[in-house]
């Protein structure tokens, strides 16, 4: 079974600061990634996600994520954050079989808080 | 807004009831799924229906149950509560099922169990 962790459960930073949030996933196959964002009191939306292809992939908003396989790594980036972009971030997982389908494995989740 | 919808938007109800929970699906979606998050556990997978059928299975409880139906909402029947079910519960969609698909969120149920 798939597992996923986010290293850091709560992040503040100033505006214009740099983003890194850490996701490392378990699973010998291969993986589809995604990560997904919630603000406050909206429903979970998606930022970006990694299926094949280019490691680096970019999202909505300014995200990009980088796939490290031998690291089994996800990590999402923004250059430049915005006080718009305070939410709670979610890395989730699923197998990449190919064939049937499979819900999404979630991280708990980091509360990214941006201080104007 | 994602396209999905999900009633009640709240639910409070005692322990040892029964309460069912509804999801309409994004126009065309023929797949949907439902998640249980909870301070404790997070975000949990539960269970996926596709087009009618159940597809494939999560951490849900045999108290647990869901369809889906010939016009494609869903839903889920959380029998026997107990406290620890008080939870947010989820509904997805995505187009047709395979694992490559965008899974859209909704809104959400916040249930509580008293």
């Known amino acids: 079974a798939q597992s996923v962790s986010q290293h850091n459960h709560h992040v503040i930073l100033s505006e214009a600061a740099s983003l890194e949030l850490g996701c490392n996933y378990s699973?010998?196959?291969?993986?589809?990634l995604f990560w997904y964002v919630q603000y406050p009191g909206q429903h979970l939306q998606l930022l970006l996600k990694?299926?094949?292809?280019?490691?680096l992939v970019k999202g909505i908003k300014g995200f990009e994520a980088e796939f490290i396989k031998s690291k089994f790594s996800f990590n999402l980036r923004k250059p430049s954050v915005q006080w718009s972009d305070t939410a709670e971030y979610f890395c989730a997982v699923n197998a990449g079989s190919g064939g049937g389908a499979d819900g999404l494995t979630f991280g708990k989740g980091t509360h990214l808080i941006i201080q104007p | 807004d994602s396209g999905v919808t999900q009633t009640p938007k709240h639910l409070i109800t005692a322990t040892g009831q029964r309460v069912t929970l509804r999801c309409s699906p994004r126009?065309?979606?023929?797949?949907v799924y439902w998640y249980q998050q909870s301070l404790d556990q997070g975000l949990q997978f539960l269970i996926q229906?596709?087009?009618?059928?159940?597809?494939a299975k999560g951490n849900i409880l045999e108290r647990f149950s869901a369809q889906q139906f010939p016009d494609l909402h869903s839903e889920l029947n959380l029998s026997s509560l107990e406290l620890g079910d008080s939870a947010l519960y989820f509904c997805a969609s995505s187009a047709w099922g395979p694992i490559t698909d965008t899974q859209y969120f909704g809104p959400g149920t916040r249930l509580t169990v008293l």
């Open positions: 126009s065309g979606d023929l797949s």
């Open positions: 990694y299926f094949s292809g280019d490691p």
């Open positions: 229906y596709y087009n009618g059928e159940e597809r």
């Open positions: 699973y010998g196959g291969t993986v589809n």
